[in-house]
T-cell receptor, first 112, second 115 residues
Framework: GEDVEQSLFLSVREGDSSVINCTYT??????LYWYKQEPGAGLQLLTY?????DMKQDQRLTVLLNKKDKHLSLRIADTQTGDSAIYFC????????????FGTGTQLKVEL | DVKVTQSSRYLVKRTGEKVFLECVQD?????MFWYRQDPGLGLRLIYF???????EKGDIPEGYSVSREKKERFSLILESASTNQTSMYLC??????????????FGDGTRLSIL
């Protein structure tokens, strides 16, 4: 079955890089997503990566995928206070329609 | 831009009441989903629907039902609300995948308190 795990908290200083990690168990993942949730709001799609890619870069965001270890990471360069939020990784598996399995979410706190 | 609208941001109901949470999307998406979000547990899928009048159970359907009479609207129903259903409820919609990337788009959530 699918299981997606993340650490619950991460604290960084403004201007540093943040790295949020995610592990998943289902090897038939097709797409993996990162969503951001600001306080009191729904989830906003940040970026995604197709399972045959190793890396994807989008402005300050870099997604790394290690399929062998089933490990996904999101790096945010030059982290700002506006990046403080909960970050969810999610996987879509082959044959699962468009169902997603979400991780527990990582609360990122950016300190001055 | 895709717009997914949930009818209430905050809702307070009493134990035993029948509760309706409404969700409307404006992008003609076939797929719609209801999740609940609890601290430390992430998002858990309650029910989803791939088409009008179709519904499928998610991971935690007990105590809930859904209705999809029109393509743009997906309702979550708590038949007899209980305190353990106090949570944040999130609705999402997407196009069918067809093997391509079709991410889910989320509403702002309804924070439901059952007293």
């Amino acid at each position: 079955g699918e299981d997606v795990e993340q650490s619950l908290f991460l604290s960084v200083r403004e201007g540093d890089s943040s790295v949020i990690n995610c592990t998943y168990t289902d090897s038939s993942s097709t797409y993996l997503y990162w969503y951001k949730q600001e306080p009191g709001a729904g989830l906003q799609l940040l970026t995604y990566i197709f399972s045959n890619m190793d890396m994807k870069q989008d402005q300050r965001l870099t997604v790394l995928l290690n399929k062998k270890d089933k490990h996904l990471s999101l790096r945010i360069a030059d982290t700002q206070t506006g990046d403080s939020a909960i970050y969810f990784c999610a996987e879509r598996i082959t044959g699962g329609g468009n169902k997603l399995t979400f991780g527990t979410g990582t609360q990122l706190k950016v300190e001055l | 831009d895709v717009k997914v609208t949930q009818s209430s941001r905050y809702l307070v109901k009493r134990t035993g009441e029948k509760v309706f949470l409404e969700c409307v999307q404006d992008m003609d998406h076939e797929n719609m989903f209801w999740y609940r979000q609890d601290p430390g547990l992430g998002l858990r899928l309650i029910y989803f629907s791939y088409d009008v009048k179709m519904k499928e159970k998610g991971d935690i359907p007990e105590g809930y039902s859904v209705s999809r009479e029109k393509k743009e609207r997906f309702s979550l129903i708590l038949e007899s609300a209980s305190t353990n259903q106090t949570s944040m409820y999130l609705c999402a919609s997407s196009s069918p995948t067809g093997g391509s990337n079709q991410p889910q788009h989320f509403g702002d959530g309804t924070r439901l308190s059952i007293l």
